[in-house]
């Protein structure tokens, strides 16, 4: 697998956040799912994304970890790498 | 509106214009529930069913009950074709009614198809060609868009042939059915798509090969004899392919004609037409999405599991008779699964078999890739209905027995389930039925595995219901009771005194409230358990 930039996750998490309601300019590192109002039906989603495009399998554990758009970016791109 | 008067060519709005091209919209069709077998045809006149197969490659037609209409047939076929293709009866123009048995002399058929769909400014009228009719009725209707004097036509050709059919000959006889089948014909951009020339012939000379007298009201057919003067004709009109013969010949009882296969010019036209449907929802689709309405679910396909015989080969007929692309999954049998498979590309379906054992981990991957590679698109339609049952009394209930029934009626359709969120999540709409029974609701002694993955299905498919609701999919189960299937033979007389409708369901009683949980109609139904047992569990 070639090697995945933290920008493009970023890019990529950003993009799939956006399709599940809150507007792209809202969404920041630093924003939690919970005022995006990302449930965990959007973040089971955002996994699936995730596996489809990057091969990383994310279980329903990983993602209760994650607090905000940043925590799933480095996740992911820490599997990724 | 029709403008009957000869001159230079106008629009309904008045003005004059160019020449245009026009093209089918949608497709449409409204069949009865009564079968008639060749198996039963065979048995009265003594013959094998074989015999008949083999010459027809009919091995069920639809018949209509002697106390329904034609004119009903005709005008819930033109109102799926309308709704499919998003026109408005208001709409209309002209409404043609392809048909030798209207439900009376007079009136047409048509314009009472044009009050029941209230196409209160169309043009209505009858085209009596009998075999040809529709496709006259296609010249007529795209003739009159190609000239501007209609923007929208609907065409449908509806007959009861079984009610004029001499049943006292085995030649002609199976090859005669009831339906009814509807076109919208609207204006086409472009070439692209448009109807091509349509050659009309005639030779009155042959009238005494097939003909019905208003006094005797049989149709008698010299089949071999209509077959050589239609290819002739079709010869001498130039420019059409051999293909044309069969078109025309296709009533044929000399056996010329080979059976129906994937690549005969009915299953290709019905292709064809598939393609423009689908092109047509896609666009609906976008617009809805973007009024924040409901998606159009039939866009993608539906999966039926164990759906070579019995319930599941029932709701794929009705899967596919709404306008899924259906994919009929099997264990074993191949044969039958193409039964199916062919019957409902005969009735201008789209289906494809599809094997694998749902208890097997790996089928899930496995069915939904083939189908989507099939056609195209994502499976937004699943019907858990693959099932087994392997009966005794708890205390002398084997392990493998209870482990193979949780497996296959439970487990299987978990791991189906999850695999089709997938695509359903993405698509924003979906439908999941699972195929319950009342064994799941009301003891019956002997059935504690079989009830225990039947209750549970009900269970998983409240749960899911409430997980995915948000995201427009629907997940309900049916619950059947006692239904005329190979799993009920030898059901007892005690249990079937114990229903109170006092008689067996069938297959398709069950189908069709799948085709309703599946359709559209259902968009707020999610979570529920219907039951369809004459009020066995009431």
């Given at each position: 697998?070639?090697?995945?930039?933290?920008?493009?996750?970023?890019?990529?998490?950003?993009?799939?956040?956006?399709?599940?309601?809150?507007?792209?300019?809202?969404?920041?590192?630093?924003?939690?799912?919970?005022?995006?109002?990302?449930?965990?039906?959007?973040?089971?989603?955002?996994?699936?994304?995730?596996?489809?495009?990057?091969?990383?399998?994310?279980?329903?554990?990983?993602?209760?970890?994650?607090?905000?758009?940043?925590?799933?970016?480095?996740?992911?791109?820490?599997?990724?790498? | 509106?029709?403008?009957?008067?000869?001159?230079?060519?106008?629009?309904?709005?008045?003005?004059?214009?160019?020449?245009?091209?026009?093209?089918?919209?949608?497709?449409?069709?409204?069949?009865?529930?009564?079968?008639?077998?060749?198996?039963?045809?065979?048995?009265?006149?003594?013959?094998?069913?074989?015999?008949?197969?083999?010459?027809?490659?009919?091995?069920?037609?639809?018949?209509?009950?002697?106390?329904?209409?034609?004119?009903?047939?005709?005008?819930?076929?033109?109102?799926?074709?309308?709704?499919?293709?998003?026109?408005?009866?208001?709409?209309?123009?002209?409404?043609?009614?392809?048909?030798?048995?209207?439900?009376?002399?007079?009136?047409?058929?048509?314009?009472?198809?044009?009050?029941?769909?209230?196409?209160g400014r169309a043009g209505a009228l009858d085209v009596g060609a009998a075999c040809t009719a529709f496709l006259a009725g296609l010249a007529l209707g795209a003739a009159q868009i190609e000239s501007r004097r209609a923007e929208l036509v609907l065409l449908v050709g509806a007959d009861f042939i079984t009610r004029i059919t001499d049943y006292e000959d085995p030649r002609s006889?199976?090859?005669?059915?009831?339906?009814?089948?509807?076109?919208?014909?609207?204006?086409?951009?472009?070439?692209?798509?448009?109807?091509?020339?349509?050659?009309?012939?005639?030779?009155?000379?042959?009238?005494?090969?097939?003909?019905?007298?208003?006094?005797?009201?049989?149709?008698?057919?010299?089949?071999?004899?209509?077959?050589?003067?239609?290819?002739?004709?079709?010869?001498?009109?130039?420019?059409?392919?051999?293909?044309?013969?069969?078109?025309?010949?296709?009533?044929?009882?000399?056996?010329?004609?080979?059976?129906?296969?994937?690549?005969?010019?009915?299953?290709?036209?019905?292709?064809?037409?598939?393609?423009?449907?689908?092109?047509?929802?896609?666009?609906?689709?976008?617009?809805?999405?973007?009024?924040?309405?409901?998606?159009?679910?039939?866009?993608?396909?539906?999966?039926?599991?164990?759906?070579?015989?019995?319930?599941?080969?029932?709701?794929?007929?009705?899967?596919?008779?709404?306008?899924?692309?259906?994919?009929?999954?099997?264990?074993?049998?191949?044969?039958?699964?193409?039964?199916?498979?062919?019957?409902?590309?005969?009735?201008?379906?789209?289906?494809?078999?599809?094997?694998?054992?749902?208890?097997?981990?790996?089928?899930?991957?496995?069915?939904?890739?083939?189908?989507?590679?099939?056609?195209?698109?994502?499976?937004?339609?699943?019907?858990?209905?693959?099932?087994?049952?392997?009966?005794?009394?708890?205390?002398?209930?084997?392990?493998?027995?209870?482990?193979?029934?949780?497996?296959?009626?439970?487990?299987?359709?978990?791991?189906?389930?999850?695999?089709?969120?997938?695509?359903?999540?993405?698509?924003?709409?979906?439908?999941?039925?699972?195929?319950?029974?009342?064994?799941?609701?009301?003891?019956?002694?002997?059935?504690?595995?079989?009830?225990?993955?039947?209750?549970?299905?009900?269970?998983?498919?409240?749960?899911?219901?409430?997980?995915?609701?948000?995201?427009?999919?629907?997940?309900?189960?049916?619950?059947?009771?006692?239904?005329?299937?190979?799993?009920?033979?030898?059901?007892?007389?005690?249990?079937?005194?114990?229903?109170?409708?006092?008689?067996?369901?069938?297959?398709?009683?069950?189908?069709?409230?799948?085709?309703?949980?599946?359709?559209?109609?259902?968009?707020?139904?999610?979570?529920?358990?219907l039951t369809v047992d004459g009020g066995l569990a009431a």
């Amino acid at each position: 697998m070639s090697t995945v930039t933290n920008q493009q996750v970023e890019a990529r998490v950003i993009d799939a956040l956006a399709t599940f309601g809150p507007d792209k300019s809202q969404i920041t590192r630093e924003s939690t799912f919970e005022e995006l109002d990302i449930d965990s039906l959007d973040l089971v989603e955002l996994a699936q994304i995730v596996e489809d495009e990057y091969g990383v399998v994310l279980k329903g554990e990983d993602m209760k970890q994650l607090k905000t758009v940043g925590d799933a970016i480095e996740l992911i791109a820490s599997r990724a790498a | 509106m029709l403008d009957a008067a000869a001159g230079p060519a106008v629009r309904p709005d008045g003005q004059p214009a160019a020449a245009g091209t026009a093209m089918i919209l949608s497709v449409a069709t409204n069949l009865p529930g009564g079968r008639l077998t060749s198996a039963e045809l065979a048995e009265r006149y003594g013959i094998s069913e074989e015999w008949i197969v083999a010459r027809t490659g009919i091995r069920e037609r639809r018949q209509a009950a002697p106390s329904e209409r034609i004119s009903d047939y005709a005008a819930r076929a033109g109102a799926l074709a309308l709704q499919t293709a998003g026109v408005d009866p208001a709409d209309l123009d002209l409404v043609i009614v392809a048909t030798m048995t209207p439900d009376e002399l007079t009136p047409n058929t048509a314009p009472l198809v044009a009050h029941e769909l209230g196409a209160g400014r169309a043009g209505a009228l009858d085209v009596g060609a009998a075999c040809t009719a529709f496709l006259a009725g296609l010249a007529l209707g795209a003739a009159q868009i190609e000239s501007r004097r209609a923007e929208l036509v609907l065409l449908v050709g509806a007959d009861f042939i079984t009610r004029i059919t001499d049943y006292e000959d085995p030649r002609s006889a199976p090859l005669f059915a009831d339906a009814a089948g509807a076109v919208v014909i609207g204006a086409a951009n472009g070439a692209h798509g448009a109807i091509g020339p349509i050659v009309l012939g005639a030779d009155g000379s042959h009238a005494q090969t097939i003909f019905a007298t208003h006094a005797e009201r049989k149709l008698r057919l010299d089949g071999p004899e209509v077959y050589r003067a239609a290819r002739a004709c079709a010869r001498a009109g130039g420019g059409l392919h051999r293909d044309a013969g069969k078109c025309v010949g296709g009533h044929d009882p000399s056996g010329a004609r080979g059976r129906r296969t994937r690549g005969t010019p009915e299953a290709r036209i019905a292709r064809l037409a598939e393609r423009f449907r689908r092109r047509l929802h896609l666009g609906r689709r976008r617009h809805r999405v973007g009024r924040g309405m409901s998606t159009e679910v039939q866009d993608g396909c539906a999966l039926v599991t164990g759906a070579s015989r019995g319930i599941g080969a029932a709701i794929a007929r009705a899967l596919a008779g709404d306008g899924w692309l259906v994919g009929v999954n099997y264990r074993s049998d191949r044969s039958r699964a193409d039964a199916v498979v062919e019957s409902i590309e005969r009735a201008g379906g789209r289906a494809t078999a599809v094997a694998g054992d749902v208890s097997d981990p790996d089928a899930p991957d496995g069915l939904f890739g083939q189908l989507e590679e099939t056609f195209g698109t994502p499976v937004l339609a699943l019907v858990n209905n693959a099932g087994v049952n392997r009966d005794d009394l708890a205390p002398s209930l084997s392990d493998e027995d209870w482990a193979m029934v949780l497996d296959t009626n439970l487990t299987a359709a978990f791991r189906l389930t999850r695999r089709a969120l997938r695509g359903m999540l993405r698509a924003r709409a979906g439908r999941i039925v699972n195929i319950s029974s009342i064994a799941g609701l009301r003891a019956n002694p002997g059935q504690a595995n079989y009830a225990a993955a039947k209750a549970g299905l009900m269970a998983f498919t409240k749960t899911v219901a409430v997980e995915v609701a948000r995201r427009g999919i629907t997940v309900n189960a049916v619950a059947p009771g006692l239904i005329d299937t190979e799993m009920t033979t030898g059901v007892s007389e005690e249990l079937l005194a114990a229903v109170p409708a006092r008689r067996i369901g069938t297959p398709e009683e069950v189908a069709a409230c799948v085709r309703f949980l599946a359709s559209e109609q259902a968009s707020y139904v999610t979570g529920a358990v219907l039951t369809v047992d004459g009020g066995l569990a009431a």
